[in-house]
Each structure stands twice: as structure tokens, then as C-alpha cells.
């Protein structure tokens, strides 16, 4: 059986760091801790369970802080979390599971990562999550950092969860991009990419739109990329009001490739903000027909390829007075979230609207 060392960084992290290790310790044999200048309990709880616990000065740079933690592993495959990730019981159980089999034939082993949405949607995209060691995998990105995929790659149906704490989001990140800027340093399509997402969230809209519309015209950028950017400009628009550069930046989406589910459904709700029901109706249907690709590297919302399009087919056909349909579609989304708020209301309603018709 493979050896794991997990190897984390972390800085003021006293309010997640102890439920992300217990969650995985049983599955690692070595605990490494890197903290880059905690002035919280930190280093305490993290000493709690490891004695490998370092000190890094914080240069601004994700990846040579990861690439530091990486130096300092012992064992055949490397694991790395953020301090509010945890691993679930019935995720620790499959990992422990495939630890069992896993060989050093294999160089990177993608799992899951599952994300709260603002709306508890989920969220989920893979991330190369278990590394070979002693292959000279290398962090690469000041913000956003990644290893670029490489040898023989292995999906996994296992996931880490993002245990997030605080929907405060700060500009930590985009002062980083600020700063490179000032450094004169180029950007290439991933950092052009992840720039404008932060210039996003920080709410400078215009230049979001400028650095999201630079980012499509570049040469090589990541295709799921492309896509998550027409979806970001439609955000950006709307935030600005202007629904018809919002629209056009969705139908933009179909010049890189085949429809996905996440765009379709919001077209469906463009439609049905305007009221033209049976337009909306095609587009979410639409969405009811294409399947999400967990191994295109994209960020996927599976809301959007059943539950949303599900609850606004009913709306449409409530408002078109088809009451059947309405209901049929209700219930449908019901069985992807029988605990919706949504759908228990229209349920409600549709009892209602049958005593009043029998009375």
C-alpha cells in the first residue's frame, strides 16, 4: 500500500484548521504544515497533530509557498488541502479504499472539489489532488495556483469539500494581480482569466468586462475557461444593467464549443424575465438534454442541468395557465431537492388551486 504525505499552508486559520485534520488524518501517514506568519492559535492546533510544522515567509506567491510544503514530503504520493477543506466520512472511506490499490504507476490522481454556491447550489470541478512524489511536480501561478497535468492521470469519484466559514470575500488576491502589474510581469490566458474573476468579485465591473473580453481573444486559452468567462460577462452586464450585451455574452459562448447546460438555462432565464415564456421553455428543456463532463476541467453547476431548469419549466407553464405541466415539472425538481423551499411552495399551491376547483 502507497504512503501520503498531506501537505498544507496556512496563516490564521485557528477556526478551520482542527476539523480539516481530524477529518484526515486516519488516511495520511505524514502531516506537514507549512504557516506563513499566523498571529491566531494556528501553529498550536496544527502542532497538535504534527511535529513537521515550518515557518515561510509570505512573498506573495501561492505556489512557491505549496512548492516549499511539496520540499518537505517523505512519502510516495503527496495530498494537499486547504485549511477549510474537509473530507466527509463517506469520502474518507472511498479514499482509504483506493489508497489500498493505488500504485506509483499512476502520477496524479484527481478528485472532486465540491463548493457551496451564494445559493447552496452545488458546485463542483476536479483538481489534481494526490501527486506523486519525487517527480519534480512544480506549483506554477502567484494567485490560483496549479500543476499542470502530466504523466498517467487517474478520476476519481471522491471528493474534498470546501468547508467554507465566511462569505466575506476579500481583495487579498487582486492586490497580488495589482502588484504584478506594477511589476511590469505579463499576464497569460490564466492569469488574464483569474484577474478579471477577482476584478469581478471585487465589484470593478468595466474593467472585469475589458479583462474577461482580452482574455477570449487569446491564443490557447483553456476552452472551459472561455466558457466560464461568457457566463462572467453575462454576470458583469447584468450588474450593469444591460441585458443585451448580457444575452449576446451567453450566445457568445457557442463560437468555442457545444452548448452546456449552465448557459442554456440562464438564456432560459433571460426569456422568462421578459416574459416570453415559450422562448424560455425550449432553453431549459435544452438543458434537460445535455449531460455535464466532470473530466473537461470546468467549473460545473449541476443545478443548471436539472433542479433550475426543473422549477422554471413549471413557472412557464404556470403563467401559460397549464397547470398540469406546471405541476409534473414541480414535482420533478422535488425529486432532485424535496426539501426546496421552492418546490414545497408550488406543491402547496397546486392543493390549493385543485380545492378551490373542486369547491
Known amino acids: 500500500m ?3 504525505s498531506l501537505c498544507m499552508i496556512v496563516k490564521n486559520e485557528e477556526k478551520t484548521l482542527r476539523n480539516c485534520l481530524d477529518s484526515v488524518k486516519e488516511v495520511v501517514d505524514e502531516i506537514i504544515i507549512v504557516d506563513t506568519g499566523s498571529k491566531d492559535k494556528t501553529v498550536e ?99 490560483h495556483e496549479v500543476i499542470p497535468p502530466r504523466g498517467k492521470i487517474l478520476y476519481e469519484n471522491i471528493a474534498i469539500t470546501h468547508n467554507k466559514q465566511s462569505d466575506a470575500y476579500t481583495d487579498r488576491n487582486l492586490k497580488i494581480y495589482q502588484k504584478m502589474l506594477e511589476d511590469h510581469i505579463s499576464f497569460g490566458p490564466r492569469e488574464t482569466f ?23 481573444e487569446m491564443d490557447h486559452a483553456f476552452l472551459e475557461n ?27 459562448s457557442f463560437r468555442y464549443d457545444t452548448p452546456r447546460a449552465e448557459i442554456c438555462t440562464c438564456i432560459g432565464n433571460f426569456f422568462l424575465e421578459e416574459k416570453q415564456y415559450n422562448q424560455a421553455i425550449y432553453w431549459y428543456k435544452k438543458s ?30 404556470y403563467r401559460l395557465n397549464n397547470l398540469e405541466l406546471a405541476e409534473y415539472y414541480n414535482e420533478l425538481a422535488g425529486r432532485e431537492k424535496p426539501n426546496s423551499t421552492h418546490y414545497l411552495y408550488n406543491k402547496n399551491l397546486f392543493k390549493v388551486l385543485k380545492y378551490n376547483h373542486k369547491s
Not at 515550518?54 to 510544503?69: C, G, V
Not at 474518507?92 to 483506493?98: G, I, N, T, W
Not at 478579471?196 to 470593478?204: C, F
Request: some cysteine.
Open 45 to 143: 492546533i496544527a502542532q497538535e497533530f504534527t511535529d513537521k510544522v515550518y515557518f515561510y515567509e509570505w512573498k506573495d506567491d501561492f505556489a512557491s509557498a505549496r512548492n516549499f510544503s511539496f520540499s518537505k514530503a517523505t512519502k510516495d504520493f503527496i495530498l494537499w488541502l486547504d485549511a477549510d477543506d474537509i473530507l466527509l466520512p463517506e469520502d474518507k472511506e472511498k479514499l482509504l479504499k483506493r489508497k489500498q490499490t493505488l500504485t506509483k504507476e499512476i502520477d496524479m490522481v484527481m478528485l472532486k472539489y465540491n463548493m457551496p454556491t451564494e445559493d447552496g447550489s452545488p458546485f463542483s470541478f476536479y483538481r489534481e489532488r494526490l501527486i506523486q512524489n519525487f517527480k519534480d511536480f512544480q506549483w506554477e501561478g502567484r494567485v
Open 2 to 4: 502507497i504512503s501520503i
Open 194 to 216: 483569474y484577474y478579471a474573476r477577482e476584478l469581478m468579485y471585487n465589484d470593478y465591473t468595466l474593467e472585469a468586462i475589458k479583462q474577461f473580453q482580452a482574455f477570449l
Open 288 to 317: 434537460l438534454t445535455i449531460f455535464p463532463n466532470p473530466q473537461s476541467g470546468g467549473f460545473i453547476n449541476y443545478d443548471m442541468y436539472t433542479f433550475i431548469p426543473y422549477l422554471n419549466l413549471c413557472v412557464c407553464y
Open 226 to 252: 472561455k466558457i466560464e468567462a461568457c457566463l462572467n460577462l453575462n454576470r458583469c452586464y447584468m450588474a450593469l444593467n444591460d441585458k443585451e450585451k448580457a444575452f449576446q455574452a451567453l450566445v457568445q
